[in-house]
């Protein structure tokens, strides 16, 4: 099925607007996995014409990812990748483990964005960010899915290399999302020392239940951008 390709519209609006000229595309993957960190790219690519074929990276078959990714990594103007562990998501919740792996890409680049496009409806981001908020902005905004397709060929590297010792669970090939194989082998063995000990599927497992744990937040230690969802400029 073919997709219209990515524009630079949000980021000439932006350009327009607020005077930006630095301006980063951020995309997660990993949001709703079971296993392994979130992981977070932030990409600068200017106004440039992308490589042929980009677009949301889970729209594009995993050997043509595979190549796209290479070729996005020396056509963008800049990248930076940042994770949260599965430990940090379990302490802290999602979205405040999704700003810490984003800020830590953010801070990687090797100039400070003037702005940052985010895909997705909420702002996890916050001060002093200055954020562009773009629904499935991973299809329709270069940067974006130039940063969406580098995040999932990276994260699926990590989790095909952590699933070595676990060959199990296979997560090559479902990099820590909740697939049959998957499943199974989290019914007869538990989990991994990379699971997310803190989310619901404990709860259908009664013999490993016991290895649940609380979230800090949960405790009334709420992290503040907690608040500050829907933020924007």
Known sequence: MPYEPPTHTVERSLRATTGAKVIAGV?????????????????????????????????????????????????????????????EIDDLGMTA???????????????????????????????????RTVIKGDQSCVAVAAASVIAKVQRDKMMAELGLDHADFAFAANAGYPSPVHKAALEERGPTPY????????????????????????????????GQLGFDF
């Open 27 to 87: 995309d997660e993957v990993g949001r709703g996995a079971w296993a392994g960190p979130v992981t977070v790219c932030a990409a600068v690519t200017g106004l440039r014409r992308p490589p042929e074929g980009l677009t949301d990276s889970k729209l594009i078959a995993v050997r043509r990812r595979t190549e796209l990714a290479e070729e996005l990594r020396k056509w963008v103007s800049a990248y930076a990748l940042g994770h949260a562990s599965h430990e």
């Open 195 to 226: 699971h997310r000990l803190s989310w619901a599927y404990l709860d259908a497992l009664p013999q490993w239940r016991h290895l649940k744990k609380a979230r800090s937040w949960a405790e009334g230690n709420v992290p503040k951008i907690e």
């Open 97 to 131: 483990a999704l700003r810490l792996a984003a800020v830590r890409a953010l801070e990687a680049l090797p100039v400070r964005p003037d702005a940052v496009i985010l895909d997705g409806k909420h702002d996890y981001l916050g001060d002093p960010w200055r954020v």
